[in-house]
């Protein structure tokens, strides 16, 4: 008797909760103020990953499959006649890995699980809204894009 139960409550222990209501990928939305700008996503190595024309959805991978390794993304967004526009898209934890793991004493999610997965992660602003400055006339102009 004792063994079923411990089987029945040993998986509990060997998962995160992050990891079992998270997951690899997240939907990001990007728009822009005028509409139809391109943007081009790129990851910490410079990959692109995702481009476009806005307004657009992409779905970006948070980790890496590393420990405690996420992905790291940077958004640029151009159009000529407008100053370029770059910002990173950045995480933070997600509440099932902050809040989800406690019942457990949180060792099995936060330290051994759940930084290999990625589902501890979210993105702070899964809808990012760009608005677009307009070059000014000027001898200065060559500047802009």
């Known amino acids: 008797m004792k063994r079923i139960i411990l089987a029945l ?4 222990f060997l998962s995160g909760c992050a990891s079992l ?3 690899e990928e997240e939907a990001v939305y990007i728009d822009s103020s005028p ?3 391109a943007f081009v996503v790129a990851d910490s190595a410079g990959n692109i990953v995702a481009k ?5 959805s992409v779905i970006l991978k948070k980790a890496d499959g590393s420990y405690f390794g996420k992905q790291a993304y940077t958004l640029t ?9 770059i910002m990173p898209l950045e ?12 019942p457990l004493l ?12 990625g589902g501890m992660y979210t993105f702070k602003t899964p809808r990012v809204k760009v608005v677009m400055r307009p070059c000014q006339p000027g001898p200065f102009r060559y500047m802009c894009t």
Not at 9 to 12: A, G
């Open 9 to 12: 409550i040993l998986p509990f």
């Open 21 to 23: 209501l998270g997951s």
């Open 35 to 37: 509409t139809n700008i």
């Open 52 to 56: 476009g024309l806005t307004p657009r």
């Open 77 to 85: 967004v151009m159009r000529e006649g407008y100053y370029s526009t």
């Open 91 to 102: 995480y933070r934890y997600s509440y099932w890995y902050t809040f989800g793991n406690l």
């Open 106 to 117: 949180g060792v099995p999610g936060w330290f051994i699980v759940d930084p290999y997965f």
